[in-house]
């Protein structure tokens, strides 16, 4: 099993910036990739952006050029952050931190959400 703590978050001014953080700690060694999700009032849950296991990044069309997504394995922890620039009011949510880990098969964890505000 695997703990997600996720901090950072906010309120920001439109064209501001924010980071947030995850950091997974537990059997670190099955997981596998790992994401930040948002979800805005009355949308479904999206995927912002992903890191594989070696850290190879994707993101949703919406974010490119704004939003970087990084991953640092430690001794005991994992830790994926996201750093977003350019803040629009859309990127406004709440953002989750998601990992899969390898039991097999894999089953996904969840953070308990950070919320994110972009003033306009």
């Known amino acids: 099993q695997v703990q997600l703590v996720e901090s950072g978050g906010g309120l920001v001014q439109a064209g501001g910036s924010l980071g947030l953080s995850c950091v997974a700690s537990?059997?670190?060694?099955?997981?596998?990739?790992m994401a930040w999700y948002r979800q805005a009032p009355g949308k479904e849950r999206e995927l912002v952006a992903s890191?594989?296991?070696?850290?190879?990044?994707?993101?949703a069309d919406s974010v490119k050029g704004r939003i970087t997504i990084s991953r640092d394995t430690a001794e005991k922890t994992v830790t994926v952050a996201l750093q977003m620039n350019s803040l629009k009011s859309e990127d406004t949510a709440v953002y989750f931190c998601?990992?899969?880990?390898?039991?097999?098969?894999?089953?996904?964890?969840w953070g308990q959400g950070t919320q994110v505000t972009v003033a306009s």
């Open positions: 890191t594989s296991v070696i850290g190879v990044p994707t993101y």
């Open positions: 537990g059997d670190i060694f099955r997981l596998r990739a």
């Open positions: 998601n990992a899969e880990y390898w039991v097999p098969p894999i089953r996904p964890y």
